[in-house]
Structures are given as C-alpha cells and as structure tokens.
C-alpha cells in the first residue's frame, strides 16, 4: 500500500483556490511532522508547509505565508494544503512528506523519509 497519497490537483486561474489532500491512511509509524513540498523542471525541491506533532504548529516558506494554510483531519487521516490567491508561480509538482524522527528544519525536504507521488498544480495567468 502507497504510504501517502496526494489528491486535489488541478489547473486555476491566478486567483483562484484549490486544496490539496494527503491521504495517510497506508502509513502507520509515529510521525513526527508532516509537510508539503513543491517542485518544478530543473529546480530543487522546496518546503511549502509544515505541521509538527504533537504541538500541531506549523510553519510556513515566506511566499506562500497568508495565502496557504495546511491543517489535519485525524480522524480521516488526511492532511490538507489550503492554497488561496494562486500565483502562475506556485505552478509545481506537490508533494505530501512524513518524518517518523524529529526533523530540525521542518521546511527541508532532507529531513522527510516518506513521500507521495505529488499532484500537479498549474497556475495561468
């Protein structure tokens, strides 16, 4: 079973909204922290988004602060990555990412062990 699986991408215009889901239910260890990452062609893999358990705070890169908001359903086993006021820039391959140990920098895409396949998100202007 794929340990996370990313759903909720799509195309938009600039402006426009959408909401990425991170289905968890394959992956069973503790997690330390959860986190959304972005990736384009010929660039590294960037942190968008983190929440670490069990505090629940989050952190966020400073382009997408005020317009994303990433929370958690337990119950579900879901985390979401609410993207609003979408930029043609915040176009990328999104990724879910678990760490089952305690990462420092929980925007560094270095410290996540498990990862998901990624949803395209594009963004025209």
């Known amino acids: 079973q794929v340990p996370l699986v990313e759903s909720g991408g799509g195309s938009v215009q600039a402006g426009g909204s959408l909401r990425l889901s991170c289905d968890t239910s394959?992956?069973?260890?503790?997690?330390?922290?959860m986190g959304w990452f972005r990736q384009t062609p010929g660039k590294e893999r960037e942190g968008v988004a983190a929440?670490?358990?069990?505090?629940?705070?989050?952190a966020y890169d400073d382009s997408v602060k005020g317009r994303f908001t990433m929370t958690r359903d337990s119950a579900k086993r879901e985390v979401y990555l609410q993207m609003d006021n979408l930029k043609p820039e915040d176009t990328a391959m999104y990724y879910c990412?678990?760490?089952?140990?305690?990462?420092?920098?929980?925007?560094?895409?270095?410290?996540?062990?498990?990862w998901g396949q990624g949803t395209q998100v594009t963004v025209s202007s």
């Open positions: 990412a678990a760490s089952p140990l305690w990462v420092q920098r929980s925007l560094e895409p270095n410290g996540y062990r498990i």
């Open positions: 394959g992956y069973t260890d503790y997690t330390y922290a």
């Open positions: 929440i670490r358990f069990p505090t629940n705070s989050t």
